[in-house]
């Protein structure tokens, strides 16, 4: 019996709740301490439909989901447009462990930040990685394995400091065209992503770990975001629902409007 692709999941779950209007009470001002500004979103219904699939609070947690899981948002830096993400099972300095794949959908409206790092741990000869025909490794990077191999963690995954033949920092931009980091298939055992060097290339225990993304709503957007500083003003939370996932100012009184939650525009209820 064949199975639907997740990513077809994700669009079928998406669009039938969308139907439905978002409440005040779903769309949240803050996320634990994370503060939540348009175009972003606590839950379906919330902030921009492009985003909206991908974004929740959870127990007070701001969380990112992809296909290979669900991302803790450390932070969001809305002038910039970039969130960064935590991998539970991601590798640091302080703590290596084996990892699981990191990837992004092909529709998501996010994109690495270009001063990630990523380095594979543990990989094996035979890895596609080392391809001399097709080598995947950055030639330059050879500092930033050097110094994650002299740190305490390293035999965590099993490993020695005298073993950085092992390591790779992974060249493809953006992870390649499938945006995937696909251990198993890399047959690496581990990986961590810096996003900065914290001034000291050379010491990774002063590195900052974690994957910076930026995000963007795109050239061919035709959600009509006009009215969603007007929206804001007065005490509503831009949203949207039905089947054309058309802007609707979410108010506190339960009913929705086109415009704003002072009695303008056309009312719908949830």
């Not at 394995?145 to 020695?160: H, M, P, Q, R």
């Amino acid at each position: 019996m064949s199975t639907l692709p997740l990513s077809l999941i994700f669009t079928i779950l998406f669009t039938t709740l969308s139907l439905t209007p978002p409440s005040r009470a779903s769309c949240l001002d803050s996320c634990g301490q994370i503060p939540i500004k348009f175009p972003l979103g606590s839950s379906l219904g919330c902030g921009h439909p492009s985003f909206s699939p991908y974004i929740q609070c959870l127990n007070k947690q701001l969380l990112l989901q992809t296909p290979t899981g669900e991302y803790p948002i450390v932070w969001l830096n809305y002038q910039n447009a970039t969130l960064l993400v935590s991998d539970p099972q991601m590798s640091t300095c302080a703590t290596m462990q084996n990892s699981g794949s990191f990837g992004l959908g092909p529709s998501m409206p996010f994109m690495l930040d270009p001063n990630d790092r990523f380095a594979l741990l543990g990989c094996s000869s035979s890895s596609p990685v080392f391809d001399m025909d097709a080598p995947l490794c950055d030639t330059e990077g050879s500092h930033m394995c050097n110094a994650l191999y002299k740190c305490e963690g390293i035999s965590g995954i099993g490993l020695e400091p005298d073993e950085v033949s092992t390591c790779c920092v992974y060249e493809p931009i953006g992870l390649g065209p499938s945006r995937q980091l696909n251990l198993p298939g890399l047959q690496c055992s581990s990986y961590t992503s810096v996003y900065s060097y914290g001034g000291d290339e050379e010491d990774a225990r002063k590195w900052r770990y974690g994957i910076s993304l930026k995000y963007s709503v795109g050239q061919n957007d035709t959600y009509d975001s006009s009215a969603c500083e007007e929206c804001e003003r007065s005490d509503g939370a831009c949203g949207f629902g039905g089947p054309t996932q058309s802007f609707l100012c979410v108010c506190r009184n339960g009913i929705n409007t086109t415009l704003n939650c002072y009695g303008q525009g056309r009312q719908h209820s949830p």
